[in-house]
């Protein structure tokens, strides 16, 4: 970044075998530091240090802990996680920015998911695999839902999932 990379808008990676795999991992590392950059403004902002579970904030630092997986596991009232497996905000300015899209690949797609490729597809199945598989481990239910009103949806308290949320939202 101090020789002028924060000012280039396309770069050509190359390497071959272990290269190849460093030019990517860099790359991968920028994006990661652009983004956790970005909530650590909010986490100051906020000033929300304070706030953070010391259980958490004894071994990671304050912006770690704003992240829910870190955060979780220091909550001991129940929780109800409900989360789109496509939030339009993530898509849009997290895992596809205008910033890591210069030519404008993902506009189309990231504004209508209609108009995706297979392999922009792809790439969002896998996303929503991996944040599946980062609350597995503090989910009492094994089980996933795609849609709150399918034939198999969720029970919670003898009714569907999307009952269930409704009740809680009018209820609390």
Request: charged share 15%; aromatic share 12%.
């Amino acid at each position: 970044m101090a020789k002028g990379m924060h000012n280039v808008n396309q770069a050509l990676l190359f390497g071959c075998s272990a290269g190849g795999l460093a030019s990517i991992l860099h790359l991968l590392k920028y994006l990661v530091d652009t983004l956790r950059s970005f909530f650590a403004g909010i986490v100051s902002l906020q000033g929300v240090e304070g706030n953070l579970p010391c259980t958490c904030t004894d071994h990671l630092d304050p912006t770690s802990c704003f992240f829910p997986q870190n955060l979780i596991a220091d909550i001991k009232t129940p929780l109800f996680i409900l989360n789109a497996a496509y939030d339009s905000w993530q898509v849009q300015e997290s895992l596809a920015p205008s910033t890591a899209d210069p030519l404008g690949n993902w506009h189309e797609c990231k504004m209508n998911n209609e108009r995706c490729s297979a392999s922009q597809i792809q790439f969002l199945q896998d996303f929503r695999y991996h944040m599946l598989s980062a609350i597995q481990s503090f989910s009492y239910s094994k089980r996933q839902q795609d849609t709150w009103f399918a034939d198999d949806s969720l029970i919670i308290n003898n009714r569907p999932v999307a009952l269930a949320v409704g009740d809680y939202l009018v209820f609390k």
